[in-house]
């Protein structure tokens, strides 16, 4: 509402539509492989009832249809779970290698280039410091101890 009132445009959109939006970061894409992967899980789970991995299925789902009903969808709990070597990988090994690898690419782009959290502690090549602000072009700044 406020930023109607006052025509101010989500810089983190670059004024793009929804839909074009979606199509920059795959997002149609990436759903459909989400959805292959809760297709993959319910079926593994018909013979597999050990309890990390009946876990593990639960919180996909529930995550899944999470994020999608929300407006501004926030990918940082899939993209951890199809990280080379973690969750999906583990749990579901090389029957769910493709959907893995394409949600990967598609969360592992979009997570590269989502902005700071002010307050968000960075490292680089051994260096520190702290993201204080961001300018009017959303691009972060802050300070290097």
Request: net charge negative; charged share 35%.
């Amino acid at each position: 509402m406020f930023k109607r009132l006052f025509n101010i445009k989500a810089k983190h959109t670059d004024g793009l539509s929804k839909v074009d939006y979606w199509k920059k970061w795959e997002l149609f894409k990436l759903f459909d492989e989400l959805h292959k992967g809760e297709r993959l899980l319910i079926e593994i789970a018909i013979n597999n009832f050990e309890d990390q991995f009946l876990k593990f299925k639960n919180d996909y789902i529930e995550e899944l249809y999470e994020i999608e009903g929300n407006n501004v969808a926030d990918f940082t709990r899939i993209w951890e779970w199809f990280t080379p070597t973690k969750e999906w990988e583990m749990l579901v090994g090389d029957k769910g290698k493709e959907i893995g690898d394409n949600v990967f690419r598609i969360t592992d782009k979009w997570k590269r280039n989502q902005g700071f959290l002010l307050g968000t502690k960075v490292s680089l090549e051994k260096e520190c410091g702290v993201v204080l602000d961001k300018s009017e072009d959303w691009i972060e700044y802050g300070l290097i101890r």
